[in-house]
């Protein structure tokens, strides 16, 4: 029973013992007596509600909690699995992909060494003469070769594969071989002087090592 009720019925009930103390008889009112019960009663019941509500919301509350908590522990699970497949298929699409780097890688080499023999064979006439070819028909099959040429290279690039640049470098084992040393004073012992085949980097990871050649000290000079 709350305060204020409590002071109405202390107040009506000093109010009814006055009355009764001056001679006077009290007003017999049943309907508001039955009125005031009637009060005492809901209030009663309200009470008991409220109650029964604060239990059932903290029921609900703890097994949406327990939900909650299952809900958060499979998503992490979900999770987990999708980053374990999305590893996985990209492995897959990298173990898939990377032979078909290395035959462009490959053929890139074939056409860079027939630039090269072109580019050398360029100054003797016998070579035009034994074909039957002119100069210009020459200089347009070697226009072709770096046409095709730079399309691979840009086909490579697209997927990420870059050509290691690493002469006047030291040499690093994870991304070369050396096939040779050689002297060089005018380089510190253990840089790379020269790549005999290039290596490439597919993102950050080495799609193919150098093959290079390292400088040693000047004991081993002329030496190759």
């Known amino acids: 029973m709350d305060d204020s009720l409590k ?87 990298q173990s898939a992909l990377r032979p078909l780097l290395l035959d462009v890688i490959d053929l890139r080499d074939r056409l860079v060494a027939a630039l090269t023999l072109s580019a050398a064979a360029a100054g003797p006439r016998w070579r035009d003469r034994l074909w039957r070819r002119d100069r210009s028909g020459v200089a347009a099959w070697q226009e072709g070769l770096r046409m095709t040429l ?9 997927r990420r594969v870059v050509a290691t640049q690493l002469a006047g470098s030291p040499f690093d084992p994870r991304l070369a071989r050396a096939v040779g040393t050689a002297a060089d004073s005018a380089v510190a012992e253990g840089t790379v002087i020269e790549e005999v085949r290039a290596g490439f980097l597919w993102g950050d990871q080495v799609l193919r090592t150098a ?14």
């Open 7 to 93: 002071q109405a019925l202390i107040d009506r009930f000093r109010g009814y013992l006055d009355m009764a103390q001056d001679g006077e008889e009290p007003p017999d009112d049943p309907g508001e007596t039955a009125d005031l019960f009637s009060i005492l009663v809901e209030v009663a019941a309200l009470r008991g509600e409220v109650r029964t509500e604060s239990r059932l919301v903290k029921e609900a509350l703890e097994q949406f909690r327990g939900v909650f908590d299952t809900l958060q522990a499979s998503q992490a699970t979900l999770q987990r699995e999708l980053d374990r497949a999305r590893t996985e298929m990209r492995d897959q699409a």
């Open 150 to 158: 730079r399309r691979l290279n840009q086909i490579l690039l697209d």
């Open 211 to 224: 093959e290079v050649i390292v400088s040693k000290g000047d004991a081993g000079k002329g030496d190759r």
